[in-house]
């Protein structure tokens, strides 16, 4: 068969000219040093910051230093099998998280990978752990109540949405039982809840999720952890990746409540890193930047304007003080930077009241703005009742003789405390706060007993759900009191009833 040179030059010009260059380009680095969660890396001189690196064993890293002759890398996972002199390359990607609604329900740690042994999660989307907060014009002011379930938080230091409200109090005070029952507290209100778990016992953080599942939570709820036995840089991220999975939620016209528990512990796995990364210490060898470690973190939570869809991210960031200590320095940072703090005090939680708020110390620098009408009514005097209960309680140990005003005041501020008790997992609707508020503050319960005063509480909602339900439904739905006269006679109707006479 002969052959035809100029078919043969023909199917050479036909292939050259639909040749496709094919490469894949890609900077490679080398390790130089490896250790404590932390690497260094020669070669790749056009990392950016924050951008996420492959190892040669598969994990992944994270651009932190980038310094004249290499970078210091965090490393996301494990760091045993990497060696000096393995290759490392960039992805071109910063550092990111997988969102979405396919997140509901499920725990997953801060790369976004589940950890709940129920298979793979399917979404598309991703979002960057560090993103700019809303600026001042994409803003609006917290005027909608987030209603906690807690009388003591709803009466006396409102949380509104969009609002950082700060949770402060030493540990085994009752701070995550607070967020839990938040939680739970947001059954049919609308609202996407994520529990960010940093550096807790992996027992602790099973046993809040089967709390979560148990009382039906978990279906609106994202659970985040990064446990103790996990490197630093996990417990570093791990609230950046909650805000990130938040943020697409908010940016979609929802709202979300996001609990970090605790800050201290990140600020601590934060010093860990930039010690190791050899950055210059300051204050309590914590970094230079670790106010701004904060900041960036709790400024991403606001209720955002209507042409960004009106949604909203309410934070409820933890700080474990030692011994009462809130004038400590992760303590006053985190304080400086949010909307107001709810303080649990030791000697209050070891007394038996709990929720252990101390009033005297707790604020909320949204205040009436986020409470509806009718608890604006009812709690307006409680502040001062409590205060004022507060003093007088101390000079009565002196065991004077007391006029009949001191003693009412006494009187009043006992039943007060007691009613702003609570049992845990028992969230209280708003409505039926106000309902109890209301009893108190004109007089109701101070002909009965003290040790009754729960009792009475318990006997009074059942009552108004059996025989008043269209008082509770106004509250609901008008968010003001009913005719007071129309109440009145009601509270007077199950005294005269019941035997608290």
């Known amino acids: 068969m002969a052959i035809n040179a100029q078919e043969i030059s023909a199917l050479i010009k036909q292939q050259i000219e639909n040749f496709q260059p094919n490469f894949d380009v890609t900077e490679t680095g080398v390790v130089t040093y490896i250790g404590d969660g932390i690497a260094r890396a020669h070669g790749l001189d056009n990392a950016m910051s924050g951008e996420l690196l492959i190892f040669e064993n598969g994990s992944y890293g994270m651009a932190q230093n980038l310094e004249a002759n290499d970078i210091g890398i965090i490393i996301l996972g ?68 987030m209603q906690t379930g807690w009388k003591a938080i709803d009466a006396l230091v409102p949380i509104g949405r969009g609002q950082r409200e700060l949770v402060i ?22 609202m996407i809840c994520i529990y960010v778990a940093i550096g807790q016992k992996e027992s602790t953080v099973r046993t809040q999720v089967e709390t979560l599942r148990q009382y039906g939570a978990l279906d609106y709820t994202i659970v985040v952890t990064a446990s103790a036995s996990q490197p630093s840089p ?17 940016y979609n016209g929802k709202h979300v409540l996001i609990v970090y528990d605790d800050l201290s512990k990140q600020a601590v796995a934060y010093r860990e890193l930039s010690l190791l990364l050899r950055r210059p210490p300051g204050r309590e060898a914590f970094p230079g930047d670790v106010f701004y470690l904060h900041s960036r973190l709790l400024e991403r939570s606001a209720k955002v ?17 030692q011994a009462g200590d809130i004038s400590a320095y992760i303590a006053t940072n985190v304080i400086s930077i949010t909307d107001g703090q709810i303080f649990l005090s030791d000697s209050l939680f070891n007394a038996g009241v709990r929720p252990a708020i101390d009033a005297g110390s707790s604020v909320s620098r949204v205040g ?18 409590l205060a004022s209960y507060r003093e007088l309680e101390a000079f009565t140990k ?19 405390v007691e009613v702003l008790k609570q049992p845990v997992h028992k ?42 339900e269209e008082l509770l439904e106004t509250i609901r739905v008008t968010k003001d009191l009913p005719d007071e006269e129309v109440l009145d006679a009601a509270i007077a109707e199950f005294k005269n009833q019941s035997n608290f006479k």
Do not use: C
Not at 374 to 379: L, N, P, S
């Open 234 to 250: 996990l417990l570093y991220l791990a609230p950046y990746a909650g805000v990130a999975m938040a943020e697409e939620f908010m």
């Open 368 to 385: 009436g703005s986020a409470q509806i009408k009718a608890m604006k009514k009812v709690a307006g005097t409680l502040r001062i009742d």
């Open 169 to 190: 109090g030493d540990r085994q005070t009752g701070k995550t039982t607070i967020a839990i029952d938040a939680i739970l507290n947001q059954k049919g209100q609308d």
């Open 427 to 468: 969230p209280l609707p708003v409505e039926k706060q106000v309902v109890i508020l209301y009893a108190l503050t004109h007089g109701y319960l101070d002909s009965v007993p003290v040790d009754d005063i729960v009792r009475f509480e318990d006997e009074l909602h059942d009552y108004f759900d059996a025989h008043h």
């Open 78 to 145: 494990d760091f045993t099998d990497i060696r000096e002199g393995d290759s490392i390359r960039r992805t071109g990607k910063i550092m990111e998280v997988p969102v979405g609604d396919a997140l509901i329900g499920r725990v997953v740690d801060p790369l976004g990978r589940p950890v709940d042994g129920l298979g793979a999660i399917e979404t598309d989307k991703s979002r960057p752990v560090e993103a700019p907060a809303p600026g001042v014009m994409e803003r609006q002011s917290v005027t909608e109540p």
């Open 305 to 321: 304007s209507d042409e960004l869809g009106g949604g909203s991210i309410t934070a409820l960031p933890f700080i474990e003080t």
């Open 398 to 416: 002196f065991g004077s003789d007391l006029d009949a005003a001191t003693q009412a005041k006494l009187n009043r501020g006992r039943r007060t």
